[in-house]
């Protein structure tokens, strides 16, 4: 994780700075001020291996990743344990 910070400030870096962060958002703002203020209390290059639980929760709530893998599990299962309530349908070409 690089974080990036301007090489020098101005309005417009003012400006565009947010973008960058999960700051504006509702759902990963509280993940990120807890992964940066211990980033802050342990310093970047120890903290990368002591702040390792705190970036996984922010990873997971920005990417989704293991919810998305939950939901497509749980319709896979469905599908498998569907069973054909109502016979299919004619052809188009039957009418």
Known sequence: MSFLSPF???????LT???MSAQTGVRCADFEMKLM????????????ELCQAY???F???CTRDKQMSRVQAIQNERERQAK???EKPPAMHAF
């Open 8 to 14: 020098f400030r101005n309005p417009i870096t003012d």
């Open 84 to 86: 054909p309530e109502y």
């Open 59 to 61: 990873k997971e709530c």
């Open 37 to 48: 203020n211990c980033y802050e209390a342990y310093g970047y290059p120890k903290g990368m």
């Open 17 to 19: 700075g947010p973008i």
């Open 55 to 57: 970036y996984d929760d």
